[in-house]
Structure formats: structure tokens, C-alpha cells
T-cell receptor
Framework: DARVTQTPRHKVTEMGQEVTMRCQPILGHNTVFWYRQTMMQGLELLAYFRNRAPLDDSGMPKDRFSAEMPDATLATLKIQPSEPRDSAVYFC??????????FGDGTRLSIL | SQQGEEDPQALSIQEGENATMNCSYKTSINNLQWYRQNSGRGLVHLILIRSNEREKHSGRLRVTLDTSKKSSSLLITASRAADTASYFCATGGYSTLTFGKGTMLLVSP
């Protein structure tokens, strides 16, 4: 089965450090989503891309978060500088716009 | 803000019993989806029901939709320990989805 691959699966780092999370969408999927999941807020959409172009990043704190798709096989989410409140599980999902979204298994991020 | 809100927040049953989860949403929808999340894993799509459908089945899953009440329910029949997971409803079509906070289902052997 085709899968969305996220790396790393776990990341622990100190406040102020840069964090980069990577996602390999399913081949042929042209839409990529970044979500953040916390106990308090649940699952929140941070940003999404279609055909590598950013369509909506209104859910993302602009001053410290950035999302890019350098090519069709890689999406990145960066946090710089990281803060303890950024601790969460970050999910990438991909889709075609005509099928349900397929999720990766997430990056569990802890900022100390 | 959450569009969908699941009820109950947690549900504990025995294997073989049926599990029913409910979802309420606030605005008009084109369709509603249900996803499952196993511990430590990503969400997996279970079923989609369109706004002009009232009921849909997939294996042991039965989903109903009442657009007049802005609510949906997910019924899992003859539950198994492997059904233990969190279940989320989502609205918004295939593009941007808005998820509820989920129902945690525990099925005990």
C-alpha cells in the first residue's frame, strides 16, 4: 500500500532550536496538508499545498513557522525558533482533491 | 474552532457489543467523513456520507446523517478489541477538513 512517510517520528529539542519536519506524500497526490494535534486543541490545519503552491497557511503562526514544497516528493515544515508550546504531534496528509486524505504517522515533537 | 463535536468523549465496551458515536456540526455541509486513529498512528479514512444520503454501510460500519439536526452517527457492530481507537468526524470535503476532538473507544476482550 502507498503511504505518506514522515520523518523524524520523534524529536526532542531545546527551546530556541530550529526544527525541521519532512513529509513524502503518496506518488501522484497533488495536495499536501500539515496538521498539528494536541490534547487541548485537537487536530488543527496549519497549511496546505496544491501542485506545490501554498494555498492556505492561515493556521500557522507566521513569525516562527514556515512550510515549503521544494519538489513534488518532499514537503517541509520548519519552526524557528521553537517554543515549549509548539510541543505536539505534527501530521502530514496527502490527497488528490477527489479522494479522502491519507495521513502519515506523524512527528511527535517535544520542546524542552 | 471545531466544526464537528463528537459525543461521547470516551466509550468503553466489551467485545461483541455495538458502539455508537455521535457527531454534531455547525454549518451546512456537502459531505461528512469519519476517520479512525490508532494510538501513535495517523488518521485512517473510514467512510464518507454525502449530504443527500441518510445512511451508508461499509462492513461493520453504519453511518447516518441528519442534515436537519446537523448530526451524524457512526455505529460499529460486533466490536472487536482491534476497534480500540479514537474516532473523528470531519467536514469540509476533500480539501480542507475540520475535525472534531474525537471519541476514544476502548473495546475490552
Amino acid at each position: 500500500d502507498a503511504r505518506v512517510t514522515q520523518t523524524p517520528r520523534h524529536k526532542v529539542t531545546e527551546m530556541g532550536q530550529e526544527v525541521t519536519m519532512r513529509c513524502q506524500p503518496i506518488l501522484g497526490h497533488n495536495t499536501v496538508f500539515w496538521y498539528r494535534q494536541t490534547m487541548m486543541q485537537g487536530l488543527e490545519l496549519l497549511a496546505y499545498f496544491r501542485n506545490r503552491a501554498p494555498l492556505d497557511d492561515s493556521g500557522m503562526p507566521k513569525d516562527r513557522f514556515s512550510a515549503e514544497m521544494p519538489d513534488a516528493t518532499l514537503a517541509t515544515l520548519k519552526i524557528q525558533p521553537s517554543e515549549p508550546r509548539d510541543s505536539a504531534v505534527y501530521f502530514c496528509a496527502s490527497g488528490t482533491g477527489y479522494q479522502p486524505q491519507h495521513f502519515g504517522d506523524g512527528t511527535r515533537l517535544s520542546i524542552l | 474552532s471545531q466544526q464537528g463535536e463528537e459525543d461521547p468523549q470516551a466509550l468503553s465496551i466489551q467485545e461483541g457489543e455495538n458502539a455508537t458515536m455521535n457527531c454534531s456540526y455547525k454549518t451546512s455541509i456537502n459531505n461528512l467523513q469519519w476517520y479512525r486513529q490508532n494510538s501513535g498512528r495517523g488518521l485512517v479514512h473510514l467512510i464518507l456520507i454525502r449530504s443527500n444520503e441518510r445512511e451508508k454501510h461499509s462492513g461493520r460500519l453504519r453511518v447516518t446523517l441528519d442534515t436537519s439536526k446537523k448530526s451524524s452517527s457512526l455505529l460499529i457492530t460486533a466490536s472487536r478489541a482491534a476497534d480500540t481507537a479514537s474516532y473523528f468526524c470531519a467536514t469540509g470535503g476533500y480539501s480542507t477538513l475540520t475535525f472534531g476532538k474525537g471519541t476514544m473507544l476502548l473495546v475490552s476482550p
